[in-house]
């Protein structure tokens, strides 16, 4: 099989295992659905802009327990909104762009970019060298603004 | 050294932790630790109202990944609030009630035993004792319940 061919059957692989994960839940209602994935972009901005990006740019002294501890929850909480952008959510105001629903396959790209990097986060959490946990912060907090500009309307 | 002593060591030391994450964080304003706080409620909804209990109750069928998933979100989301119940929101207009920072004791007994049911009920899905997690879940739901009943307004 060539890579395309392998590549098509994981897409239809995973959106259907994705379709489950959704359908599993009992269906909230579509405001609810926004509120929630607001909720874990709040909370994305306390460990990250809060913690762990400062801690980068050294403003924040280094502890390496709570920037593992940190890491851990980002890891926990980027699994979390994606299903939030379901389509029925598409009409109601909120920050995301038309793009959104528009360039889905743009847009899952943007996230498993983002998902990537916080992997890295996490692996070099337990590797202990400090230079490469700040320098992989930076790095995951360039695929948030990455996928922000192409997808999060500016205030 | 006897129980007491030690369980009062303990509190000053895990106190004296939970301090220093707190200072470690960019000060937030008070309005944002609030919606911060707020925003770990709504996703422990999602998971828990919307997917974990209802299987509990078998309304929605079992499916022992998403469980153990779901329950992953819930360990880490059960760790996120408490330093949101800052005293400088306690004149902030919430569903906290005001024991939270009169009675703070308590308060710290009701979070310490949702945290236990949590960490029973990860170590349950590990287990694959569909039985055991399904009433591990209604243990920890009892628990949120508990906390709610003294700490939080009614609707």
Redesign the interface.
């Known amino acids: 099989m060539n890579k395309k061919l392998i590549a098509a059957i994981l897409t239809v692989i995973l959106g259907a295992g994705a379709g489950?994960?959704l359908n599993?839940?009992?269906q909230?209602k579509p405001e609810t659905v926004v509120?929630?994935r607001?909720?874990?972009m709040?909370?994305h901005a306390?460990y990250m802009?809060?913690?762990l990006r400062?801690t980068a740019q050294g403003?924040?002294?280094y502890?390496a327990n709570?920037v593992a501890?940190n890491a851990?929850?980002i890891?926990?909480?980027s699994?979390?909104p994606w299903d939030g952008f379901d389509p029925r959510t598409k009409d109601i105001q909120s920050r995301a762009m038309p793009a959104v629903f528009s360039d889905a396959a743009k847009f899952k790209e943007a996230q498993d970019r983002y998902r990537g990097e916080i992997v890295k986060l996490v692996a070099a959490t337990k590797g202990g060298d400090e230079a490469a946990v700040k320098s992989q912060i930076l790095a995951v907090n360039k695929s948030c603004d990455g996928c922000h500009e192409s997808f999060r309307e500016s205030k």
């Open positions: 489950y994960v599993a839940f009992a909230a509120k929630q607001q909720a874990v709040i909370l306390k802009y809060g913690h400062p403003k924040i002294p502890d709570v501890r851990g929850f890891d926990a909480l699994q979390m």
